[in-house]
């Protein structure tokens, strides 16, 4: 971590120098205030380059449109109900807001927009007094008037106003507590976590579009485990994602069965590991896959005579229930369906160390992971918690061993174009049929030859075809 003085020499020393110089030069001359505000101030200090730079100033909409057009080649309007305007200057993009003084009515998902008049009202609403710092152009005056460089060397996230206060104005900055921890790895504040423990179902008047913006953030963050810790201990994720603290399953004395919840925590850190292994670094479905494959458990758990406890179906009972709550929270259609897949298919694995499959048990495989064959090796190789160390070895074997004959085969037999020798052209043709469910019936019959036997020819195949239809 830097100083201030060192962080802001860098800020001299680097590309963004001359923007910085020029917005405020600019600002000032047509008397307005303009600082840079917020994660890019932290960043500095952190030593990072923030992706964005975000600044706030006393000027309104319309002013700052009027002063930042000759400097931009683009400039765009659509926050500028919340006061904000941004532009494309040189190879940097830009957000532009006035000073806010807004807040959230108590029964709404929308803040009630206001504009301040100041600077030091504009840092006390902002979520945590490590993003309360600013730097005031062109002077650069460094400003922190909530400590907000003390917490960021001590790694304390707190808020700049009492967080009873801070959260009822936006109740998802709870959320982005969590994010926070994982991302820089900092502690939330005794008396900030005890308030968003206390206010967690005020997190349930904030719009599902932005619950899965915040649990994006956090999961694709390094270390996600913090963050979801928090979501669960607070009791937040008890309301947006209820499916994980209910993880938590009792145990007794009789019936023994390892810690599902923290098993799971220890499964996403292990897919995130195996990204780099499988070129998929960073990955949201993998991820999100890893977080809920095990989401069937509480419904399917039975507790069985000697003690045994079994989860049958929860692959199944899982994908539905992810299904449903992706769907909640308004993922796209491709994820949804990519992390269903992939839960539903986590368990198909853990047969081949006992019994090695046949050629065409392997071919089904491949069939049934179709484009998330690679996610499902990570997730699969992920799910392996065992302390025995002898059980995780010969699994890691037995899948490298399974990757290997999928390797082969796909060498051997084009396995990612997994399809009969006749298409459903040539079916209609040698049938004398014309389109509908006989053309599908006959695809599938050729299919599944074509999965225990590979490949068969087109003469072969056509000859199996007229035997099936004759005998129909």
């Known amino acids: 971590m830097q100083s201030v003085a060192q962080a802001m020499a860098n800020l001299q020393q680097n590309t963004q120098n001359q923007l910085l110089d020029r917005l405020g030069a600019a600002f000032e001359a047509a008397g307005f205030e303009l600082s840079l505000v917020g994660g890019p101030v932290r960043d500095a200090i952190l030593g990072r380059v923030a992706p964005d730079l975000d600044f706030t100033t006393s000027a309104n909409p319309d002013q700052i449109l009027k002063i ?3 400097l931009a080649s683009a400039t765009w309007d659509i926050g500028r109900e919340f006061g904000t305007i941004a532009a494309q200057i040189g190879e940097e993009k830009v957000e532009i807001t006035t000073y806010r003084a807004d807040s959230y009515d108590p029964v709404s998902r929308k803040p009630t927009v206001s504009f ?14 490590v993003n309360s710092m600013a730097l005031r152009l062109p002077s650069r005056t460094f400003v922190d008037p909530h400590q907000g460089l003390r917490d960021l060397l001590g790694q304390t996230l707190k808020t700049p106003s009492k967080p009873e206060i801070s959260f009822s104005d936006d109740p998802l900055r709870m959320m982005r507590a969590a994010r926070f921890a994982s991302q820089l790895g900092f502690e939330i504040e005794p008396e900030t976590f005890e308030a968003m423990a206390q206010m967690a179902d005020r997190i349930e008047i904030i719009s599902n579009e932005r619950v899965r913006d915040e649990l994006t953030k956090l999961l694709l963050s390094s270390d996600p485990r913090p963050g979801l810790e928090a979501l669960v201990d607070s009791g937040i994720a008890q309301r947006v994602l209820p499916e994980l603290p209910a993880l938590r399953l009792e145990l007794d004395e009789h019936h023994h069965h ?6 799971t925590l220890t499964v996403v850190m292990q897919a995130i590991d195996y990204e780099k292994d499988y070129g998929l670094n960073p990955d949201l479905v993998l991820r ?6 095990d989401i069937g458990k509480p419904a399917t758990r039975r507790l069985e005579p000697g003690g045994a406890v079994s989860f049958y179906h929860h692959d199944v009972v899982g994908a539905k229930l992810a299904k449903k709550r992706l769907t909640e929270l308004r993922f796209d259609n491709d994820t949804i369906k990519a992390v269903a897949k992939l839960i539903e298919l986590h368990l198909r694995f853990f047969g081949y160390s006992d019994q090695q499959w046949s050629d065409s048990a392997v071919r089904r495989y491949v069939r049934d992971a179709e484009d998330q064959l690679v996610r499902l090796h990570a997730l699969t190789r992920a799910d392996v918690t065992t302390r025995n160390r002898r059980k995780a070895e010969r699994l890691a074997h037995a899948y490298d061993d399974l990757e290997q004959r999928i390797a082969v085969l796909a060498e051997q037999e084009q396995l990612d174009a997994m399809r009969p020798e006749l298409d459903g052209q040539q079916i209609m043709e040698i049938l004398d049929i014309k389109p509908g469910r006989e053309v599908g019936e006959a695809y599938n019959f050729l299919l599944e030859i074509r999965l225990d036997e590979g490949e068969i020819g087109f003469e072969e195949a056509k000859k199996r075809l007229l035997q099936w239809w004759q005998a129909r």
């Open 258 to 263: 390892k810690d599902v919840y923290q098993h």
């Open 68 to 70: 930042v057009k000759p």
């Open 116 to 129: 301040g008049d100041n600077l030091e009202d504009d840092l006390v609403r902002r979520d945590f007094t």
């Open 288 to 293: 999100l896959a890893a977080l809920l494959h």
